[in-house]
């Protein structure tokens, strides 16, 4: 049973038929904090001239109201919207909270990712702590 446990969630694909929460929360002693990130990815400047001035700040305050909503429905759960490269944010997030499980789902791979997806490979092959992978 894991003490801290970290859960990335990504709003780009759906989870087929399982909530990485949940599966948090199984492998989770009864004390366990739990933590949900999501990291918004730096957008290329070329590409932010092309936007409404207030999407990105909508675009996060609708991420945050979702992930806050998925803590509050989960005992020992904070919820953050943090900035950054996905793989390494999560990585740095961990090593620096202590974490000693990650939870993560994984995308079905095309050819450059054959048996993960990229994020979900980099935080494998990185990570100082348990990963559970989900697909």
Known sequence: MYKNI???????HAYDGFDPVEVAKRLAAPDAQITLIHVIEE???????????????ETREA?????????????NCQAYVIDGHAGRSILDWAEEHGVDLIVMASHHPGLGDYLLGSTAARVVRHAQCAVHVMR
């Open 6 to 12: 970290l859960v990335p969630i990504a709003f780009d």
């Open 43 to 57: 957008m290329p400047s070329y590409a932010l001239s092309y936007m409404p001035m207030d999407m990105m700040a």
């Open 63 to 75: 991420i945050s109201k979702e992930l806050g909503a998925r803590a509050a429905s989960t005992p």
